[in-house]
T-cell receptor
Framework: GAGVSQTPSNKVTEKGKYVELRCDPI?????LYWYRQSLGQGPEFLIY????????DSGLPNDRFFAVRPEGSVSTLKIQRTERGDSAVYLC??????????FGPGTRLTVL | AQSVTQPDIHITVSEGASLELRCNYS??????LFWYVQSPGQGLQLLLK??????LVQGIKGFEAEFKRSQSSFNLRKPSVHWSDAAEYFC????????????FGTGTQLKVEL
């Protein structure tokens, strides 16, 4: 079956702009996770959804970052007033409860 | 501070040689332990995991890892490396009672010489 997909695969934007990154999880997976991977680092947790609600958003770095999952499937990570330091690969993963997380290929965000 | 440490940033081995990638964690309780592999342009793929029980766990692609509580380590091993194993390897933990979020080490880049 289809895995986790993320769009776009690459996004280049200018400092100060707003961006949206989309994640389509594996069908039937109730849990969805966002991670951010900076160059030379391991992925860092951002936010976790169980169904439609954010069960843990402790990893969001500041209030410019927001994520939604209105129907419990697709999720969108939204970044306002982007800064150069936001440049990274944003990874999405999904899982059935307490089971293995399956990762998407990521969206590479570059802020000029 | 709580952390996951992968001391080796880069490792180079010859094809056919054995491999060991190190991982240490620093937490009060034993977390759930994982190894992931990331190839260029690919998503992270789970190699193996340890929750409890037998401390030697077998994974995919011929990898295994051994949990050693006394050393707070979970090292990844493979007896004979193939050129296709060249990739970046991440150790990760999930804290018990901490939801299911993964905390990753900084990764080890494996190069395989033919």
């Amino acid at each position: 079956g289809a895995g986790v997909s993320q769009t776009p695969s690459n996004k280049v934007t200018e400092k100060g702009k707003y961006v949206e990154l989309r994640c389509d999880p594996i069908s039937g997976h109730t849990a969805l996770y966002w991670y951010r991977q900076s160059l030379g680092q391991g992925p860092e947790f951002l936010i976790y959804f169980q169904g439609t609600g954010a069960a843990d958003d402790s990893g969001l770095p500041n209030d410019r970052f927001f994520a939604v999952r209105p129907e419990g499937s697709v999720s969108t990570l939204k970044i306002q007033r982007t800064e150069r330091g936001d440049s990274a690969v944003y990874l999405c993963a999904s899982s059935s409860p307490n089971n293995e997380q399956f990762f998407g290929p990521g969206t590479r965000l570059t802020v000029l | 501070a709580q952390s996951v440490t992968q001391p080796d940033i880069h490792i180079t081995v010859s094809e056919g040689a054995s491999l060991e990638l190190r991982c240490n964690y620093s937490y009060g309780a034993t977390p759930y332990l994982f190894w992931y592999v990331q190839s260029p342009g690919q998503g992270l793929q789970l190699l193996l995991k340890y929750f409890s029980g037998d401390t030697l766990v077998q994974g995919i692609k011929g990898f295994e890892a051994e949990f050693k509580r006394s050393q707070s380590s979970f090292n990844l091993r493979k007896p004979s490396v193939h050129w296709s194993d060249a990739a970046e390897y991440f150790c990760a933990v999930v804290l018990t009672g901490g939801g299911n979020k993964l905390t990753f080490g900084t990764g080890t880049q494996l190069k395989v010489e033919l």
